[in-house]
């Protein structure tokens, strides 16, 4: 049956209707949040396995396999949820902000003749947006690595945070405010690593496949080449992303941090760990990457769906 098109699902200027950029980033943290409901044991399993074996000790977990079993078993099903309120505050924050920001300078960079930013342009656009919301989201992130690798302490030494706000409380009354932001270099880096090596690499490994003739410019396509894409921007990373998690999660010694910087977090692991450990977590941190990204897309589909039905269909 052919669909008649309603007079309310148009504009007077006879343009469909869309729903507000406000509503467009709600729906793009939403959704975030969503996603990470489902892949908040994988972030902790990821947390757990990059503090494992810090400061030259023995590691406490052989594999990412071993982690996971070891937490269900000692701090139950609960425990590989250590964390999700920091987590969905985290997509809050940080989503929202990266998709605002980019959204902005894509419109104003756009051509005044409707022709989009080229790929170097659109590239930039990605880092600034990626870094300006990790740096946003960076206080959420601190809370995050906190809560996460709290399970692995002994009883005395665990900082006991309630939920996401009693840390941010804690922190700031306990460490004062810059404490919230302690990290957030490495954290912005990591945000434009994974921004030019998603971009670079999905384009070159579509582009591959399309080549090898064995695929069409289809879902399946898309697919091999995210995972691909997945796995080299998982690669590049992750060194960033241990010294942001060993720099936000770190104590004071005898009133001295424990690492200075990030580039002292990468020496130690290498000196006292070996080269390889800054890796430490790819699985789970691969294993994450592709199904939030997935869900992400499938929630706001679902979201921009139910707005157009309820409000923008007359």
Same mark, same amino acid.
């Given at each position: 049956?052919?669909?008649?098109?309603?007079?309310?699902?148009?504009?007077?200027?006879?343009?469909?209707?869309?729903?507000?950029?406000?509503?467009?980033?709600?729906?793009?943290?939403?959704?975030?949040?969503?996603?990470?409901?489902?892949?908040?044991?994988?972030?902790? /399993?990821?947390?757990?396995?990059?503090?494992?074996? #810090?400061?030259?000790?023995?590691?406490? @977990?052989?594999?990412?396999?071993?982690?996971?079993?070891? %937490? !269900?078993?000692?701090?139950? !099903?609960?425990?590989?949820?250590?964390?999700?309120?920091?987590?969905? $505050?985290?997509?809050?924050?940080?989503?929202?902000?990266?998709?605002?920001?980019?959204? +902005?300078?894509?419109?104003?960079?756009?051509?005044?003749?409707?022709?989009? *930013?080229?790929?170097?342009?659109?590239?930039? %656009?990605?880092?600034?947006?990626?870094?300006?919301?990790?740096?946003?989201?960076?206080?959420? #992130?601190?809370?995050?690595? &906190?809560?996460?690798?709290?399970?692995?302490?002994?009883?005395?030494?665990?900082?006991? @945070?309630?939920?996401?706000?009693?840390?941010?409380?804690?922190?700031?009354? #306990?460490?004062?405010?810059?404490?919230?932001?302690?990290?957030?270099? *490495?954290?912005?880096?990591?945000? /434009? +690593?994974?921004?030019?090596?998603?971009?670079?690499? @999905?384009?070159?490994?579509?582009?591959?496949?399309?080549?090898?003739? @064995?695929?069409?410019?289809?879902?399946?396509?898309?697919?091999?080449?995210?995972?691909?894409?997945?796995?080299?921007?998982?690669?590049?990373?992750?060194?960033?992303?241990?010294?942001?998690?060993?720099?936000?999660?770190?104590?004071?010694?005898?009133?001295? *941090? #424990?690492?200075?910087?990030?580039?002292?977090?990468?020496?130690?692991? %290498?000196?006292?760990?070996?080269?390889?450990? $800054?890796?430490?977590?790819?699985?789970?941190?691969?294993?994450?990457?592709?199904?939030?990204? +997935?869900?992400?897309?499938?929630? $706001?589909?679902?979201?921009?769906?139910?707005?157009? &039905?309820?409000?923008?269909?007359?």
């Amino acid at each position: 049956m052919a669909a008649t098109a309603s007079p309310g699902a148009g504009g007077m200027d006879g343009k469909p209707r869309t729903s507000p950029k406000s509503v467009k980033f709600l729906f793009g943290g939403l959704a975030g949040m969503g996603a990470t409901v489902f892949v908040q044991p994988l972030d902790l /399993v990821k947390n757990r396995m990059q503090l494992s074996g #810090e400061g030259a000790k023995t590691r406490e @977990y052989k594999t990412s396999f071993h982690a996971l079993t070891s %937490i !269900l078993k000692a701090e139950g !099903l609960r425990g590989i949820y250590t964390g999700l309120s920091a987590g969905l $505050l985290r997509q809050a924050t940080y989503t929202t902000t990266r998709l605002g920001i980019y959204t +902005v300078l894509f419109e104003r960079l756009t051509g005044a003749d409707g022709t989009p *930013p080229g790929f170097l342009l659109k590239a930039l %656009i990605g880092m600034t947006a990626g870094a300006t919301g990790a740096f946003v989201g960076t206080p959420a #992130e601190v809370a995050l690595i &906190r809560m996460t690798a709290d399970g692995r302490l002994p009883a005395d030494q665990r900082r006991g @945070y309630k939920n996401v706000f009693n840390a941010l409380i804690r922190i700031t009354r #306990e460490e004062g405010v810059p404490t919230l932001w302690r990290g957030c270099i *490495p954290t912005m880096a990591r945000a /434009v +690593v994974v921004n030019a090596a998603q971009l670079a690499s @999905y384009s070159q490994s579509k582009q591959f496949l399309l080549d090898s003739g @064995y695929f069409s410019d289809n879902i399946l396509c898309h697919f091999c080449a995210s995972m691909i894409s997945g796995l080299v921007t998982t690669a590049a990373s992750m060194p960033v992303d241990i010294a942001k998690t060993r720099i936000q999660n770190m104590r004071m010694i005898n009133g001295k *941090p #424990e690492y200075k910087n990030g580039l002292d977090v990468l020496v130690k692991v %290498i000196r006292y760990e070996g080269f390889f450990s $800054l890796w430490k977590g790819f699985t789970p941190y691969y294993a994450r990457l592709g199904p939030h990204t +997935v869900l992400t897309f499938i929630f $706001l589909e679902q979201m921009n769906k139910a707005y157009k &039905r309820l409000f923008l269909s007359g």
